[in-house]
């Protein structure tokens, strides 16, 4: 009776050591592991060798508001519900530490200055000097006056083609990549906005989820390829306006979301001194952005006066290529 009772004992005691050990270990388990509502993501750029500087895009919401002057008032943004849940999209085959974006659920931004789209570029320039990083989009207008002026100043410049101006221009698409005063890079297919929702701008409808993004995107770099053999890197929306979902699709997907300060044309409703000044007074490292319309010829004579004022008074300013400047891009938080 005594022996049923030690070994009765024993057994109580050791089940209860078992239960203490479980519960310990998940007490530890807890204690270590981030709380998800401290989950960031670490975007690295592994490409060519070279390490980008590591930054974070939190789900958090953020209700900055950006629209282009040239914008009516109807196009206001108003602000949407904060971002319930987020989802993180790896790279496959890519390490956890080297590639990994939350991308929302649901967009919470909207507009030319939303989170993640490269605005800037911290470029140290030599004293007393400005650099500026011109851009141009090419929708569907001939581009030949303005290539041509460009390479009588040996000003460089990044030209953002969109497919349906790729297969109407391929001599001059052939012309621009072929130039070292240039870089070529994706403007989207059919110049519509980036949107997961189909918003609308300008009365141009914008693509209409996901896949419908990635599709624009895909096809303006496959036009370009077919044409110059490029790989592009940089991608755009036509109008400027993208939305938080689909600028991490984007980036998630290996490119980059290029925006600017400041639409240095103002769409087409500047003189061609408001123009030129605008060009003349931007800051050290601005991302300026030209569109070339035949119906707007205030907009290449304010971009030619600019450039020849640069000349004759020795101006200490410069243009570069985004591409050579990647390290220091300066990306929307």
């Not at 569907?140 to 002026?149: A, G, T």
């Not at 496959?222 to 306006?241: D, E, L, M, P």
């Amino acid at each position: 009776m005594k022996l049923r009772y030690f070994l009765a004992t024993v057994l109580f005691l050791c089940i209860f050591c078992y239960g203490l050990i479980i519960l310990i270990t998940a007490m530890v388990d807890r204690a270590t592991t981030p709380p998800e509502t401290n989950r960031v993501a670490i975007v690295t750029d592994v490409q060519e060798g070279k390490t980008a500087t590591p930054h974070t895009i939190s789900s958090k919401t953020d209700t900055t508001k950006n629209v282009s002057e040239a914008a009516p008032e109807e196009l206001q943004i108003q602000e949407q519900e904060p971002v319930q849940e987020s989802k993180i999209l790896q790279r496959e085959g890519t390490p956890p530490s080297v590639e990994i974006i939350i991308i929302p659920q649901k967009p919470s931004q909207w507009g030319e200055a939303t989170r993640g789209i490269v605005r800037r570029v911290n470029v140290e320039s030599p004293a007393n000097t400005k650099t500026l990083f011109l851009t141009i989009n090419a929708y569907s207008f001939h581009q030949e006056d303005l290539i041509q002026e460009l390479i009588n100043h040996k000003v460089k410049a990044t030209f953002f083609v969109s497919g349906y101006y790729v297969r109407r221009n391929q001599e001059a698409v052939k012309q621009i990549a072929a130039n070292p005063l240039f870089d070529i890079e994706n403007l989207g297919n059919r110049n519509r906005s980036l949107s997961v929702e189909g918003r609308s701008v300008y009365g141009i409808a914008g693509t209409t989820d996901r896949d419908d993004v990635m599709k624009e995107v895909a096809d303006g770099a496959a036009s370009i390829a077919a044409v110059t053999g490029k790989q592009v890197r940089y991608v755009r929306s036509a109008t400027g306006y993208t939305d938080d979902v689909a600028v991490a699709v984007i980036n998630a997907a290996g490119n980059k979301v290029i925006g600017y300060q400041t639409v240095t044309d103002g769409g087409g409703t500047l003189s061609s001194e408001e123009i030129k000044n605008r060009i003349l007074q931007a800051e050290n490292g601005s991302i300026l952005v030209i569109s070339i319309n035949p119906n707007r010829p205030s907009i290449l004579q304010g971009l030619k006066a600019a450039l020849e004022e640069i000349k004759a008074k020795k101006l200490p300013l410069r243009f570069e290529k985004l591409i050579d400047h990647e390290s220091a891009f300066e990306i929307i938080r």
